[in-house]
């Protein structure tokens, strides 16, 4: 089973950047990014396909950029201008190929999830 592993998270002002790394131990076909804060539900911050097509919530859109380095089976988050809402558990998350009609198929949901890293932003 893939295993997924967070790093980059840490304390920072508002205003301020992190750039979050995740290493996968197998590549995933779709990977994204995800956040908990206590009290709240699970969030997809962002996603990103094999053909490098990327997803973004809302609230991150022109503050976060989620890319990926094939070769090195890694996924990253870029984020910028954090704001004191975007604290919370970050989680990297990757789907499991699946087969269907002979075919491999990525399926929506993600399977491989990693131990999180947490991000915290004063104001």
């Known amino acids: 089973e893939v295993q997924l592993v967070e790093s980059g998270g840490g304390s920072v002002q508002t205003g301020g950047s992190l750039r979050l790394s995740c290493a996968a131990s197998?590549?995933?076909?779709?990977m994204a990014w995800f956040r908990q804060a206590p009290g709240k539900e699970r969030e997809k911050v962002a996603g990103?396909?094999?053909?490098?097509?990327?997803t973004y919530t809302d609230s991150v859109k022109g503050r976060f950029t989620i890319s990926k380095d094939d070769g090195k089976n890694s996924l990253y988050l870029q984020m910028n201008s954090l704001k004191p809402e975007d604290t919370a558990m970050y989680y990297c998350?990757?789907?499991?190929?699946?087969?269907?009609?002979?075919?491999?198929?990525?399926?929506?949901?993600?399977?491989?999830w990693g131990q999180g890293t947490q991000v915290t932003v004063s104001s």
């Open positions: 197998a590549p995933p076909c779709r």
């Open positions: 990103i396909d094999s053909d490098g097509d990327t």
């Open positions: 998350a990757g789907a499991r190929p699946t087969v269907r009609d002979w075919r491999y198929v990525c399926p929506s949901d993600y399977s491989y």
